[in-house]
T-cell receptor, first 113, second 112 residues
Framework: DAKTTQPNSMESNEEEPVHLPCNHSTISGTDYIHWYRQLPSQGPEYVIHGLTSNVNNRMASLAIAEDRKSSTLILHRATLRDAAVYYCILRALYGGSQGNLIFGKGTKLSVKP | ETGVTQTPRHLVMGMTNKKSLKCEQHLGHNAMYWYKQSAKKPLELMFVYNFKEQTENNSVPSRFSPECPNSSHLFLHLHTLQPEDSALYLC???????????FGPGTRLTVL
Protein backbone atom coordinates (compact mmCIF):
# COMPACT_ATOMS: atom_id res chain seq x y z
CA ASP A 1 0.00 0.00 0.00
CA ALA A 2 1.22 3.49 -0.83
CA LYS A 3 2.21 5.32 2.34
CA THR A 4 1.82 8.87 3.57
CA THR A 5 4.08 10.98 5.76
CA GLN A 6 2.67 13.69 8.01
CA PRO A 7 4.16 15.79 10.82
CA ASN A 8 3.29 14.37 14.23
CA SER A 9 1.88 17.64 15.50
CA MET A 10 1.16 21.23 14.53
CA GLU A 11 -0.06 24.32 16.35
CA SER A 12 -2.26 27.08 15.12
CA ASN A 13 -3.88 30.21 16.44
CA GLU A 14 -7.62 30.57 16.41
CA GLU A 15 -9.07 32.29 13.33
CA GLU A 16 -5.83 31.89 11.37
CA PRO A 17 -5.39 29.60 8.34
CA VAL A 18 -3.80 26.20 8.84
CA HIS A 19 -1.87 24.26 6.22
CA LEU A 20 -1.49 20.56 7.02
CA PRO A 21 1.06 18.87 4.73
CA CYS A 22 1.15 15.28 3.54
CA ASN A 23 3.82 13.56 1.48
CA HIS A 24 2.95 10.53 -0.62
CA SER A 25 5.82 10.03 -3.02
CA THR A 26 4.83 6.46 -3.95
CA ILE A 27 1.25 7.34 -4.91
CA SER A 28 -0.08 5.48 -7.92
CA GLY A 29 -2.14 7.01 -10.69
CA THR A 30 -5.41 5.59 -9.38
CA ASP A 31 -4.94 6.41 -5.69
CA TYR A 32 -7.31 9.01 -4.32
CA ILE A 33 -6.13 11.33 -1.55
CA HIS A 34 -8.56 11.34 1.37
CA TRP A 35 -8.49 13.34 4.58
CA TYR A 36 -10.29 12.36 7.75
CA ARG A 37 -10.07 13.89 11.18
CA GLN A 38 -10.73 12.54 14.65
CA LEU A 39 -11.87 14.90 17.35
CA PRO A 40 -11.17 13.90 20.97
CA SER A 41 -13.37 11.04 22.17
CA GLN A 42 -15.05 10.64 18.78
CA GLY A 43 -14.78 8.43 15.74
CA PRO A 44 -13.08 9.80 12.63
CA GLU A 45 -15.04 11.99 10.25
CA TYR A 46 -14.56 12.61 6.56
CA VAL A 47 -13.11 15.97 5.58
CA ILE A 48 -12.34 16.00 1.86
CA HIS A 49 -10.85 13.98 -0.97
CA GLY A 50 -9.38 14.51 -4.42
CA LEU A 51 -7.51 12.86 -7.27
CA THR A 52 -5.63 15.48 -9.28
CA SER A 53 -7.37 18.84 -9.08
CA ASN A 54 -7.66 21.08 -6.04
CA VAL A 55 -10.93 20.63 -4.17
CA ASN A 56 -13.01 22.86 -1.92
CA ASN A 57 -15.90 22.07 0.38
CA ARG A 58 -17.53 23.70 3.37
CA MET A 59 -14.96 22.24 5.77
CA ALA A 60 -11.66 22.71 4.00
CA SER A 61 -9.66 22.93 0.78
CA LEU A 62 -7.31 20.33 -0.62
CA ALA A 63 -4.34 21.45 -2.67
CA ILE A 64 -2.68 18.67 -4.67
CA ALA A 65 0.79 19.07 -6.13
CA GLU A 66 1.08 18.76 -9.88
CA ASP A 67 3.16 15.55 -9.57
CA ARG A 68 0.69 14.30 -6.90
CA LYS A 69 3.55 13.40 -4.57
CA SER A 70 2.29 15.74 -1.90
CA SER A 71 -0.88 17.50 -0.84
CA THR A 72 -1.97 20.10 1.69
CA LEU A 73 -5.18 20.31 3.66
CA ILE A 74 -6.13 23.93 4.24
CA LEU A 75 -8.41 25.06 7.03
CA HIS A 76 -9.16 28.67 6.16
CA ARG A 77 -9.95 29.91 9.68
CA ALA A 78 -9.11 27.53 12.48
CA THR A 79 -11.51 27.31 15.39
CA LEU A 80 -11.07 25.58 18.71
CA ARG A 81 -13.39 22.88 17.40
CA ASP A 82 -10.84 22.05 14.69
CA ALA A 83 -8.40 20.66 17.27
CA ALA A 84 -8.14 17.03 16.21
CA VAL A 85 -5.90 14.40 14.65
CA TYR A 86 -5.90 14.79 10.88
CA TYR A 87 -5.26 11.73 8.73
CA CYS A 88 -4.06 11.83 5.15
CA ILE A 89 -4.96 8.53 3.47
CA LEU A 90 -4.33 7.14 0.01
CA ARG A 91 -7.31 5.13 -1.10
CA ALA A 92 -6.64 2.62 -3.85
CA LEU A 93 -9.20 2.32 -6.62
CA TYR A 94 -7.82 -1.06 -7.63
CA GLY A 95 -5.87 -3.86 -6.01
CA GLY A 96 -6.08 -6.02 -2.91
CA SER A 97 -6.80 -3.16 -0.54
CA GLN A 98 -9.21 -1.54 -2.97
CA GLY A 99 -11.33 1.06 -1.23
CA ASN A 100 -9.95 0.37 2.24
CA LEU A 101 -8.99 3.22 4.54
CA ILE A 102 -5.47 2.57 5.83
CA PHE A 103 -4.86 5.01 8.68
CA GLY A 104 -1.44 6.25 9.70
CA LYS A 105 -0.57 8.21 12.83
CA GLY A 106 -1.85 11.50 11.47
CA THR A 107 -1.08 15.06 12.57
CA LYS A 108 -2.36 16.25 15.91
CA LEU A 109 -3.51 19.84 15.44
CA SER A 110 -3.71 22.10 18.48
CA VAL A 111 -5.55 25.41 18.21
CA LYS A 112 -4.70 28.20 20.65
CA PRO A 113 -7.28 30.85 21.55
CA GLU B 1 -31.33 8.00 16.16
CA THR B 2 -29.21 9.25 13.32
CA GLY B 3 -25.90 8.24 11.80
CA VAL B 4 -23.99 5.33 13.28
CA THR B 5 -24.63 4.25 16.85
CA GLN B 6 -22.63 1.83 18.96
CA THR B 7 -23.52 0.10 22.21
CA PRO B 8 -22.27 -0.18 24.81
CA ARG B 9 -20.03 2.88 24.90
CA HIS B 10 -17.87 1.37 27.63
CA LEU B 11 -17.30 -2.30 28.49
CA VAL B 12 -15.13 -3.99 31.08
CA MET B 13 -14.78 -7.74 30.82
CA GLY B 14 -12.70 -10.54 32.22
CA MET B 15 -10.64 -12.82 30.05
CA THR B 16 -13.14 -15.67 30.38
CA ASN B 17 -16.25 -13.61 29.61
CA LYS B 18 -18.27 -13.55 26.41
CA LYS B 19 -19.68 -10.24 25.31
CA SER B 20 -20.93 -8.58 22.14
CA LEU B 21 -20.55 -5.11 20.67
CA LYS B 22 -23.40 -3.76 18.60
CA CYS B 23 -23.37 -1.26 15.76
CA GLU B 24 -26.38 0.15 13.96
CA GLN B 25 -26.42 2.52 11.02
CA HIS B 26 -29.45 4.63 10.11
CA LEU B 27 -28.05 5.87 6.79
CA GLY B 28 -29.25 3.17 4.39
CA HIS B 29 -25.67 2.13 3.62
CA ASN B 30 -24.68 -1.28 2.27
CA ALA B 31 -21.15 -1.61 3.64
CA MET B 32 -20.10 -1.84 7.28
CA TYR B 33 -16.71 -2.03 8.98
CA TRP B 34 -15.06 -2.82 12.30
CA TYR B 35 -11.86 -0.99 13.27
CA LYS B 36 -9.64 -1.28 16.33
CA GLN B 37 -7.81 1.72 17.80
CA SER B 38 -5.24 0.82 20.45
CA ALA B 39 -3.41 3.40 22.50
CA LYS B 40 -0.61 4.99 20.50
CA LYS B 41 -1.35 2.91 17.40
CA PRO B 42 -3.16 3.86 14.20
CA LEU B 43 -6.66 2.64 13.52
CA GLU B 44 -6.59 -0.91 12.18
CA LEU B 45 -9.23 -2.27 9.85
CA MET B 46 -10.57 -5.59 11.19
CA PHE B 47 -13.55 -6.65 9.07
CA VAL B 48 -15.49 -5.43 6.05
CA TYR B 49 -19.03 -6.42 5.11
CA ASN B 50 -20.70 -5.61 1.79
CA PHE B 51 -24.40 -6.42 1.42
CA LYS B 52 -24.15 -8.58 4.60
CA GLU B 53 -21.29 -10.65 3.17
CA GLN B 54 -17.86 -10.54 4.76
CA THR B 55 -15.41 -9.35 2.14
CA GLU B 56 -12.37 -8.73 4.30
CA ASN B 57 -10.87 -10.25 7.42
CA ASN B 58 -7.64 -8.48 8.18
CA SER B 59 -5.95 -11.44 9.93
CA VAL B 60 -8.03 -10.95 13.05
CA PRO B 61 -7.75 -13.63 15.78
CA SER B 62 -10.71 -15.98 16.03
CA ARG B 63 -11.58 -14.71 19.50
CA PHE B 64 -13.22 -11.83 17.58
CA SER B 65 -16.26 -13.05 15.65
CA PRO B 66 -18.26 -10.61 13.52
CA GLU B 67 -21.87 -11.02 12.52
CA CYS B 68 -23.89 -8.97 10.04
CA PRO B 69 -27.55 -10.09 10.08
CA ASN B 70 -28.67 -7.27 7.77
CA SER B 71 -27.25 -4.16 6.15
CA SER B 72 -28.12 -1.99 9.14
CA HIS B 73 -26.63 -4.04 11.98
CA LEU B 74 -23.17 -5.30 12.73
CA PHE B 75 -22.03 -7.20 15.80
CA LEU B 76 -18.63 -8.11 17.16
CA HIS B 77 -18.76 -11.15 19.43
CA LEU B 78 -15.92 -11.36 21.92
CA HIS B 79 -14.69 -14.41 23.84
CA THR B 80 -11.56 -15.31 25.82
CA LEU B 81 -9.97 -11.96 25.10
CA GLN B 82 -6.55 -10.89 26.27
CA PRO B 83 -5.60 -7.68 28.09
CA GLU B 84 -3.87 -6.47 24.92
CA ASP B 85 -7.27 -6.48 23.22
CA SER B 86 -8.22 -3.47 25.32
CA ALA B 87 -8.89 -0.69 22.83
CA LEU B 88 -11.49 1.55 21.24
CA TYR B 89 -13.57 -0.44 18.76
CA LEU B 90 -15.06 1.67 16.03
CA CYS B 91 -17.80 0.79 13.59
CA UNK B 92 -18.30 2.58 10.28
CA UNK B 93 -20.63 2.39 7.30
CA UNK B 94 -20.62 3.62 3.73
CA UNK B 95 -22.67 3.46 0.56
CA UNK B 96 -20.47 1.25 -1.55
CA UNK B 97 -16.91 0.41 -0.65
CA UNK B 98 -15.35 3.56 -2.05
CA UNK B 99 -17.54 6.33 -0.70
CA UNK B 100 -17.13 8.36 2.46
CA UNK B 101 -17.22 6.28 5.63
CA UNK B 102 -19.31 7.40 8.58
CA PHE B 103 -17.99 6.35 11.96
CA GLY B 104 -19.74 5.68 15.22
CA PRO B 105 -18.43 6.99 18.55
CA GLY B 106 -16.81 3.67 19.43
CA THR B 107 -16.92 1.22 22.33
CA ARG B 108 -14.11 1.58 24.86
CA LEU B 109 -13.23 -2.01 25.84
CA THR B 110 -11.12 -2.92 28.84
CA VAL B 111 -10.07 -6.55 29.34
CA LEU B 112 -8.95 -7.41 32.85
Amino acid sequence: DAKTTQPNSMESNEEEPVHLPCNHSTISGTDYIHWYRQLPSQGPEYVIHGLTSNVNNRMASLAIAEDRKSSTLILHRATLRDAAVYYCILRALYGGSQGNLIFGKGTKLSVKP
Amino acid sequence: ETGVTQTPRHLVMGMTNKKSLKCEQHLGHNAMYWYKQSAKKPLELMFVYNFKEQTENNSVPSRFSPECPNSSHLFLHLHTLQPEDSALYLCASSQGSFNEQFFGPGTRLTVL
